[in-house]
């Protein structure tokens, strides 16, 4: 497998779709905080969803996710893919985005790349942690975010 990017720009700078759930039976939202690397000798991604997220039922009750990248001419669509909830829409739908199987699970025939990783860890972050500044800023009177870092385990590269 090789997948090359920029890991410090990928996710803050082009953002990307985490989805997780099957096929009939997913979610998505957009993320801008994630990492790529190694953990215990594998190529590992790690993604940060709030707990209030109804992508975090999804991440919770499945063993795999995809983190997915777009060219730039998607960005609107993610944004909206990121503001709005699964729980009161079809986002899906709504989006224009097709649906495709990756693995044993879900990411769309629009992404340029797609990680499928197979869940490894899952943590919540603890704002009593973290530097008082980010905590107030991120957290005050808001959901805190679980960590997920997921094994990468297929890398799809879209074939036009």
């Known amino acids: ?4 990017t ?7 700078k082009k953002w990307a779709l985490l ?5 009939g039976r997913f979610n998505t939202m957009t993320i801008s905080w994630g990492g790529l690397g190694t953990l215990w000798g594998k190529s590992v991604a790690t993604v940060y969803v709030r707990t209030s997220r109804y992508t975090h039922d999804f991440m919770d009750a499945n063993e795999f ?3 997915s990248f777009y060219p730039e001419e998607y960005k609107r669509i993610l944004g909206v893919l990121g503001s709005k909830s699964g729980r009161d829409m079809d986002k899906i739908n709504d989006s224009g985005l097709t649906p495709v199987e990756a693995g ?3 990411s769309f025939a629009e992404a340029e790349v797609t990680l499928v990783c ?6 919540e972050l603890e704002v009593a942690n ?3 500044d980010i905590a107030k800023a991120m957290y005050e009177g808001q959901a805190t975010h679980d960590m997920f870092i997921g094994e990468i385990v297929e890398i799809i590269r879209k074939t036009d």
Not at 6 to 12: K, Q
């Open 19 to 23: 989805t997780a759930g099957e096929t």
């Open 65 to 67: 996710f995809t983190v």
């Open 6 to 12: 920029d890991i410090l720009s990928v996710f803050d």
């Open 1 to 4: 497998m090789e997948f090359t």
């Open 118 to 123: 197979k869940k490894l860890f899952h943590q």
């Open 130 to 132: 973290m530097p008082e």
């Open 104 to 106: 044993k699970t879900v």
